[in-house]
Each structure stands twice: as C-alpha cells, then as structure tokens.
C-alpha cells in the first residue's frame, strides 16, 4: 500500500498536469463518469493520507489505493487501469487495482488537514489529543492500531508503523492510555518524523536499506530474532523486538 510520503511523491511527479486539460478520461471504473472529465482543465492536485485528490472545475476525483493499489505516469501497466487520464501535453497518468470516488468539491470541508502527517498543517498536539481520546474510549486500544488510524495519522501505513515503535522502543501490543506521556509525545514526533526520513529515502531509491524492523528477521540492537505476527483490530504485521521494545499495559 503506497503510505503518505509515496502521494507526496506522485504529486510532485505530477504537477506538470495542473493546469493542463484532460483530453481523454476512461477506464473500468463504474463509480464515476469519465466522460465528464474530458475537456476540463485540472485545477490542482492535492494529498491527504493516503488519497490522491485530482480537482477540476465541476468536480473533485478521489483515488485511494487501498491494498494493492498502484499508479504509473507516462506509462502503463500490462493490465487494464482503473482510471486512465490523458493531458493535452501528451503525458498520461495511470491508477490501478484502487478507489476511484466522486467527493464533494469543497474538498477543505471533507479533510482534516491537521491530521495529515505530511501536511504543512500538521497539528502534533491534535494528534495527541485523539489519541488520549481513543484511550478514554477504548482501554484496549494498541499503540499498533492507533498509528494506522487515519483519522490520527493519515497517511501513515505498516512500513512507517513498525519503524516508529522500534525507534521510540515501545511493543506494538502496548494499549495507548498506558504509555506514558513522554512516549506519547515521542510516538507523535516519530510518526512525523519518519514520515519525511521516508520521504528522501524514497526519493534516493534507497528505502529498504534503512529498514530497521519492517520485515526484518533480527534486532540490530540486540542481535536476537524479532517477534512477527498480525496484531490488533487492523491484522496487520508487526515485528518487534521483546528485549529493547518495553509493552505497557
């Protein structure tokens, strides 16, 4: 699943395309009219999380790429797209095996900017006001589940999940409301913190590399085989390490 710096990514690569006029719109997507993109020029292209936002003047595209969701500019996939958008320029953009979704055109009225990790409007203190809130309202609540709660952290997915909690030593089954207040604001800080590490890693085609515990077999703290297994109400994979990763709660 593409996480919040990949979109940022996507559109930088993009934004030659604002401004320009889509000129041929399709694809086997049912949940929006393609024909009514064609001849509109594209007013912006914005993230949050992990959507990728296309504004045009009579409507706003929301493309989410779930799982195994996948993009390509200038190019395709052997594979037929899900929407397929051609620019007066000549150059394409390609979305495959995601959400395609008319949203209202107020698009500063459907997203919490705040909540968006990669966003200029990043709130921290919001962050750590709905996580002391999810606690209150769920004493089981894990630490792993709360950093991909996109209403908290949007745009955070499994890669930057397990890389914080092994950077601020915290167990992924740690309930939120037992953490105490210095690793809650730690979980926060990291979150951003590493959401923009990701972002030049990327960048440098050299992510992997720094991968610490994602999908890692041994601790480079500690030298002992990590912890893997699908946790949480989210079921997604963690890997943690039981000696130099503390659970609270």
Known sequence: MPEGPSLVILKEQTARFVGQEIVRAEGNTWAIDTARLVGQPVVSLRTWGKHFLIQVPTMVVRIHFL????????????????LSLGFADGGELNFYACS????????????DWAADVMSDAWDPALARKKLRAEAKKNADALVCDALLDQDIFAGVGNIIKNEVLFRIRVDPRSTVGALPPAKLRALVQEARQY???????????????HWLAHNQKTCPRCH??????????????????????????
């Open 67 to 82: 799982l195994f969701g996948t993009y390509r500019v200038d190019e395709r996939r052997d594979k037929p797209p899900r």
């Open 100 to 111: 395609v979704k008319e949203i209202d055109i107020d698009i500063d009225a459907c997203y």
């Open 195 to 209: 959401s923009f590490d990701f972002l030049e890693w990327k960048k440098a085609f050299v992510l992997k590399k």
């Open 224 to 249: 002992i085989p990590f912890h893997k297994a699908h946790l949480g109400r989210t079921n997604r994979r963690s890997f943690w390490c039981e000696r130099c990763q503390k659970r609270y709660g």
